[in-house]
């Protein structure tokens, strides 16, 4: 390990780097400059990276992440090795133990669970199987997340484990927003940021939209997946045409900014790990509707301003949004306010890196020395 007190190394292992990607928005730009970073994605980089981030691309094949990661091994120690996907959760002690080197760099190894248990595919849940036995540190990006496991689970992570919330970069927010033009649409205008998943629930959203507004007013949905064609059909079967836009993947700042335009944040998503984004809509100063899931819960605690209203539940999330719609536009904006101040004391960035920065300090310092040898 580095010298107490100084940077970190940490070599991070994620899918793709690219806008929409979590790991590369929260746990490494925001620390360029802070600790020494370096990337191995699986896919070819969708983005290119500040200089302060040194990045070993894969091409979208095995061979050609073993080839990154071999690259990345070798070009120096790291205090924290750190996997963020089943995937990668996988292939990492898959290589390692093929190359003669799990034992010593084990030590060096964490791997963070960002979502809840029943979310994760089969195939995916299988996969984390792996990851659960053979990392030294276990990290769940809420405790949701961690209560989510199934009792034998629980039993082979054992004490390994600890909670380090996801968090919103404020800092960032407020940079991007102090540049965007002022002025709001004068509709009422309400924003989801969900991938066009059935775990998003997006026909609940566009049903409740449809019974809880007036033909006056918009819906915002940012995010694609599976479910486009179908959630288009419906749109159309529900007269929403020129009403409900769904404007796909959006770079991060365009998302802050169609937020703070908007008057209200809905999700109704029957799963998460801890939502970043809705996170980010309450930091940009929207109040917000949320389905009653566990992880919602653990953002709302300690926010009775925040409805929570149970997955599904068309007549609930629609009574919500005529509520909202019928506030004078200032009250809204104070429950924003109040919105924002309660991520602000709770889930602004600083808090989620110190608790990382814990985490890899916390590291025996054997996988970085193993690596010189």
């Given amino acids: 390990m580095g010298e107490p007190g100084g940077p970190l190394r940490v070599l991070h292992l994620i899918l793709v780097l690219g806008e929409t990607n979590s790991q590369y928005n929260e746990h490494c730009l925001p620390m360029v400059g802070v600790r020494d970073l370096s990337i191995v994605t699986f896919f070819p980089p969708r983005l290119e990276a500040p200089p302060g981030i040194a990045v070993f691309p894969g091409d979208g094949t095995l061979r050609g992440f073993f080839r990154a990661l071999r690259a990345a091994l070798g070009a120096g ?3 924290a090795i750190h996997a963020h996907a089943p995937h990668t959760g996988v292939l990492l002690p898959v290589a390692l133990l093929a190359w003669g080197r799990y034992r010593r760099l084990r030590p060096s190894l964490v791997y963070t669970v960002h979502d809840v248990f029943q979310d994760y595919k089969l195939r995916n849940q299988a996969m984390m199987v792996v990851a659960l036995a053979a990392f030294r540190r276990l990290v769940f990006c809420s405790e949701a997340a961690y209560e989510s496991l199934p009792g034998v689970w629980k039993r082979l992570v054992g004490d390994r484990w600890c909670v380090v919330r996801n968090c919103a970069d404020v800092d960032r927010i407020d940079r991007v927003l102090a540049l965007a033009p002022r002025g709001r649409d004068p509709r009422f205008t309400v924003v989801s940021v969900a991938r066009l998943e059935r775990v998003k629930d997006p026909f609940t959203l566009l049903h409740a939209f449809a019974a809880g507004t007036g033909g006056g007013d918009r819906l915002v949905v940012m995010g694609d997946g599976s479910l486009r064609g179908a959630v288009e059909a419906r749109i159309r079967t529900l007269g929403l045409e020129g009403r409900a836009d769904l404007v796909g993947l959006v770079p991060r700042d365009e998302v802050f ?5 908007a008057d209200l944040f809905v999700s109704t998503s029957r799963g998460e790990g801890l939502p970043v984004a809705v996170l980010e809509a309450m930091a940009c100063g929207r109040p917000a509707i949320l389905s009653d899931i566990p992880p919602h819960r ?3 605690e300690g926010a009775p301003f925040i409805p929570l209203v149970p997955p599904g539940d068309v007549e609930g999330f629609a009574r919500e ?3 909202f719609r019928a506030m004078a536009p200032e009250d809204r ?3 924003g306010r109040r919105c924002r101040e309660h991520v602000l ?4 960035l600083p808090r989620m890196h110190e608790g990382y920065e814990a ?3 916390g590291l025996a310092p054997a996988g970085k020395e193993a690596l010189r040898r």
């Fill in 77 to 79: 120690g790291y205090d």
């Fill in 257 to 261: 900014r169609r937020c703070a335009a």
């Fill in 298 to 300: 653990e953002v709302a």
């Fill in 321 to 323: 949004i005529a509520r």
């Fill in 333 to 335: 904006d104070a429950l």
């Fill in 345 to 348: 004391a709770r889930f602004s």
């Fill in 359 to 361: 985490v890899y300090r």
